[in-house]
């Protein structure tokens, strides 16, 4: 069973820059899509990006289009998630998640991903 482990939050300045990594580990993970999501406090989880196994399709949520980019290195088994020009609503923790299926069509579902990494908190101060 992989497991995934999430890294590289911390607290930012407004407009500031974060890279998170989430590394995964025994089991597969270069064939299968990955995401990120996000969740604030006393809101619902949320999708954030999405990445297919050869990295050469991605799907981001709408309102995070140009500020953040997923990026994966499937030699080093990690997936990471570039947030640039922070603001003090994407303050959240960000999880990465597999997705259940091989497939080439990203999904932004929450129940489509299986397993998921124990999130890492990302605060924007304002």
């Known amino acids: 069973q992989?497991?995934?482990?999430?890294?590289?939050?911390?607290?930012?300045q407004a407009g500031g820059s974060l890279r998170l990594s989430c590394a995964a580990s025994g089991g597969s993970f270069s064939t299968y899509p990955m995401g990120w999501f996000r969740q604030a406090p006393g809101k619902e989880r949320e999708f954030v990006a999405?990445?297919?196994?050869?990295?050469?399709?991605?799907?981001?949520?709408?309102?995070?289009?140009?500020?953040?980019?997923?990026?994966?290195?499937?030699?080093?088994?990690?997936?990471?998630?570039?947030?640039?020009g922070l603001k003090p609503e994407d303050t959240a923790v960000y999880y990465c998640a597999r997705d259940r299926a091989l497939r080439n069509v990203l999904t932004t579902e929450r129940y489509e991903y299986k397993i998921w990494g124990q999130g890492t908190q990302v605060t924007v101060s304002s």
Do not use: C, H, P
């Open 50 to 84: 999405a990445i297919n196994w050869g990295a050469s399709i991605t799907r981001y949520a709408d309102s995070l289009k140009g500020r953040f980019t997923i990026s994966r290195d499937n030699a080093k088994n990690t997936v990471y998630l570039q947030m640039n």
């Open 2 to 12: 992989v497991q995934l482990t999430e890294s590289g939050g911390g607290l930012v």
